[in-house]
T-cell receptor
Framework: DAKTTQPNSMESNEEEPVHLPCNHSTISGTDYIHWYRQLPSQGPEYVIHGLTSNVNNRMASLAIAEDRKSSTLILHRATLRDAAVYYCILRDGGKGNKLVFGAGTILRVKS | NAGVMQNPRHLVRRRGQEARLRCSPMKGHSHVYWYRQLPEEGLKFMVYLQKENIIDESGMPKERFSAEFPKEGPSILRIQQVVRGDSAAYFC??????????FGPGTRLTVL
């Protein structure tokens, strides 16, 4: 499975946008980029995923670089409830099934 | 439509006992994945099952651990003769097809 690199932690102020980066320089053409988050004492929660084009949903936006070697998860207005560990994961759409979690980014939101 | 359900949510066992963790997938989901999260660590894949079949068990410890997903009923992760190192949160995820799915709330196993 291709690897991803994320910062260990980030901090944001409430009500401000947050940009969570992820590098995946060894991404292959069939790898999907998935983002999950894990709130304290809970199971992982799906956030968003994409292949090549930028994606938007009610939770977040995913901006994918043109060469696909990096992506950014964008939370448009951080709230205290967004404090969590955010995981950027690559999954081979051709044959992959399981998710391989890295260490993720701990997002802290200040009021 | 209820989400993925796991029970028990908390389980305490003494060393040497057996632990049975249950995962009821979402309605219509026939694919189940089990993950383990040791304290202060990330989630590690354990096993992937599709009704009555084990598809990928590359993350399962070779001894004491087994998993099943019968035609009827929940998926079961069974740990025999538990040791303190088995203390962790165990999560399952279900999906209607191969691929990432919805996660349950987890079972937190404590081995005394």
């Amino acid at each position: 499975d291709a690897k991803t690199t994320q910062p260990n932690s980030m901090e944001s102020n409430e009500e401000e946008p947050v940009h969570l980066p992820c590098n995946h320089s060894t991404i292959s053409g069939t790898d999907y980029i998935h983002w999950y988050r894990q709130l304290p004492s809970q199971g992982p929660e799906y956030v968003i995923h994409g292949l090549t084009s930028n994606v938007n949903n009610r939770m977040a936006s995913l901006a994918i670089a043109e060469d696909r070697k990096s992506s950014t998860l964008i939370l448009h207005r951080a709230t205290l409830r967004d404090a969590a560990v955010y995981y950027c994961i690559l999954r081979d759409g051709g044959k992959g099934n399981k998710l391989v979690f890295g260490a993720g980014t701990i997002l802290r939101v200040k009021s | 439509n209820a989400g993925v359900m796991q029970n028990p949510r908390h389980l305490v066992r003494r060393r040497g006992q057996e632990a049975r963790l249950r995962c009821s997938p979402m309605k219509g989901h026939s694919h189940v994945y089990w993950y383990r999260q040791l304290p202060e660590e990330g989630l590690k894949f354990m096993v992937y099952l599709q009704k009555e079949n084990i598809i990928d068990e590359s993350g399962m410890p070779k001894e004491r651990f087994s998993a099943e997903f019968p035609k009827e009923g929940p998926s079961i992760l069974r740990i025999q003769q538990v040791v303190r190192g088995d203390s962790a949160a165990y999560f399952c995820a279900s999906s209607p097809r191969q691929g990432p799915g919805d996660f349950g709330p987890g079972t937190r196993l404590t081995v005394l």
